[in-house]
């Protein structure tokens, strides 16, 4: 089961120059939009110095208690005004700050997804596509939290912390020493039972992974556990996982009760020992109620605000880590595709030269073996062989998903590689084994085929690709949604649609990769004869697994291990008695 992946999951990574510098790329991003940040940091500036000058106000106003009515209502304005500017400050901060992060995000989700769509098919083969969106998804909202949030808050806290132990030092120094005394015991605590902690969640984690694969693939593959009576096995496969599970989440739980009463019994101490001693500097005259009052109020400024600094950190670690992500995504070399409105037109000869291949991601494994043969303009070629003999390779290689290691691909003599991939790509078109059709509608998925057709041109295509009907079938005939949210057409409509596609790019090269899945004959003929239609005019291949669609190709390529072991037309072919062409015909008529 592929596994989503959540901003909790991602690595932090250790800030240096490198890293840091990398994400400084991020500010490329902000573009125009440079002086909404920049008056957002002034606000952050302001809202941190209000919030310092809370608990000093706060003391002034107790001490106005032995003043007179003015002076106490004066001071109580004067907090109004500071924490009223102080809300006026956040709202704008946060505001900008979101404006910014936004306008940068598209940018960047944009650059990202361009960049996708255009790699090599070779960048898809080596990565679980899955994995890769759920991973782009993830940095991209690691860096939206930490830019709307995180690096603000790390800013104020930051702020607050110097700020504060700056102004408790000119309260009381003495208090202030005891109260930094105390610091290093929390932190060496926070710190070992911190890592403990954290080690015994990232085992219960890895538990609870275990145990969701054995549901997955049981509840995946429950034909099989039904049909082995294998009940009872995953029941206790199922309860040893469970049991690993509560094991280790219990002993967390006792590291962290006990963790979470030394905390309570330390800041209480600490608040003791803190009074204790303040009320023993007011009763030797060394501190006034009002200094005390500040004082309490800086500590727990201060305290909250270095409780929060690790995770702002730990988030500001993960975004550089996301960032250095999405620029290596977004870096990676594409293919070059340059669009001409008016494509290099091909007329449809297509010859293999000596063409050797291997996929590079087997580069020890060779697919393709010497292969030479030559299409002339408008002719059918099929291609035949026992599977993985390199038949859908072939076609790969029509389409220039992959380069050749050796030998080339001419097209009407030129080069394959003297067009761009373009003006090849639109000139060809494939109906595939495996026909996806996206979540839209019936119109929208032929239309896929040609984005500006027009009405008539999808109708007519659907027409000549025996569609029509079953679509006028349907209530909402062309605008039926289909996939998993609407109709599920069946293998035979599925395919139609996708012949209907081809009909309406009007290729000059078409490949059919046949579906291995056999058709009710009813469906077959109408699949089959809208094919026949479609292949008219045009140069074909066909790699074809039912015999019997092949029979007037001009051409018939016996593919072997990668190698052609038999050429000609089916009549030659069958000559030979003891051809491997002869065999697959035989062993088909047998099994039909
Ligand atoms: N993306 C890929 N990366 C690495 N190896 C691949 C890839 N696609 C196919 N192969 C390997 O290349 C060989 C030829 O595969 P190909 O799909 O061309 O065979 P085929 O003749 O079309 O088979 P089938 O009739 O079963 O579709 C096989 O050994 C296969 O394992």
Not at 561 to 575: P, Q, S, V
Request: hydrophobic content about 45%.
């Amino acid at each position: 089961m592929a596994k989503r992946k959540k901003e909790s999951d991602l690595p932090k990574v250790k800030l240096n120059k490198e890293n840091l510098k990398k994400s400084l790329r991020l500010f490329s991003y902000i573009g125009p939009h440079k002086w909404k940040l920049i008056i957002g940091m002034i606000f952050l500036g302001f809202t941190g110095l209000t919030a310092l000058l809370f608990p000093k106000l706060m003391g002034d106003l107790i001490e106005t208690a032995d003043f007179n009515a003015d002076e106490i209502n004066r001071m109580g304005l004067i907090l109004l005004g500071l924490f009223t500017a102080q809300a006026v400050f956040s709202f704008f901060r946060v505001v900008l700050f979101v404006n910014v992060t936004e306008n940068m995000l598209s940018a960047i989700r944009q650059d990202t997804y361009n960049t996708l769509v255009k790699m090599p098919m070779q960048f898809f083969s080596s990565r679980r596509v899955s994995e890769l969106n759920s991973r782009v998804a993830a940095d991209i909202s690691q860096i939206q939290d930490t830019f709307t949030t995180g690096i603000a808050e790390f800013l104020r806290q930051m702020i607050i912390v110097i700020g504060g132990i700056t102004a408790l030092f000119f309260t009381s120094v003495k208090l202030s020493l005891l109260m930094l005394a105390t610091i290093p015991i929390f932190a060496i605590v926070a710190v070992f039972f911190g890592k403990f902690i954290k080690k015994l969640s990232k085992e219960t984690q890895d538990k609870v992974a275990d145990s969701n694969t054995i549901v997955g693939e049981s509840l995946q593959g429950i034909a099989n556990v039904k049909a082995f009576t294998n009940e009872a096995f995953e029941m206790l496969r199922y309860k040893f996982a469970v049991n690993d599970i509560k094991k280790i989440a219990i002993k967390g739980g006792l590291a962290r009760g006990a963790f979470s009463s030394f905390i309570i019994f330390c800041i209480f101490g600490a608040i003791v020992l803190l009074v204790w001693y303040a009320v023993k500097l007011q009763n030797v005259g060394e501190l006034t109620q009002s200094e005390l009052i500040t004082f309490i109020l800086y500590t727990i400024f201060v305290g909250a605000s270095i409780g929060g600094l690790p995770i702002q950190y730990a988030q500001i670690q993960k975004a550089i880590g996301a960032t250095e992500r999405v620029f290596d995504l977004i870096d990676e070399e594409p293919e070059v595709i340059i669009e001409n409105s008016t494509p290099q037109p091909i007329h449809g000869k297509l010859s293999f030269k000596n063409l050797k291949f291997a996929y590079p991601t087997r580069p020890e494994l060779t697919v393709l073996k010497n292969i030479s043969f030559e299409a002339k303009e408008g002719e059918t070629v099929a291609i035949v062989g026992p599977s993985g003999a390199g038949k859908s390779t072939i076609a790969s290689l029509i389409l220039r998903f992959y380069e050749p290691q050796d030998g080339q691909m001419l097209l009407d003599d030129v080069p394959a590689s003297e067009f761009t991939l373009h003006d090849l790509r639109s000139q060809m078109a494939i109906v595939p084994q495996d026909i996806l059709l996206f979540g839209g509608t019936i119109k929208e998925n032929i239309a896929y085929g040609k984005p500006e057709a027009s009405n008539e041109e999808i109708l007519e295509a659907a027409k000549k690709a025996n569609a029509h009907e079953f679509i006028m079938s349907f209530p909402e005939q062309y605008e039926t949604i289909v996939g998993e949210r609407g109709v599920q057409l069946s293998g035979g409509q599925r395919q139609r649609v996708a012949i209907a596609r081809a009909v309406l790019k009007n290729p000059v090269i078409l490949i059919l990769d046949e579906a291995t899945s056999s058709l009710d004959s009813e469906s077959e003929k109408l699949v089959q004869d809208a094919l026949d239609k479609l292949m008219q005019g045009r140069t074909s291949f066909v790699i074809a697994h039912r015999l019997s669609t092949i029979k007037n190709a001009e051409q018939i390529l016996v593919l072997e291990d990668g190698e052609i072991i038999e050429r000609g037309t089916h009549a030659d072919l069958l000559e030979k008695e003891n051809g491997l062409y002869h065999k697959l015909i035989q062993l088909q008529m047998e099994l039909n």
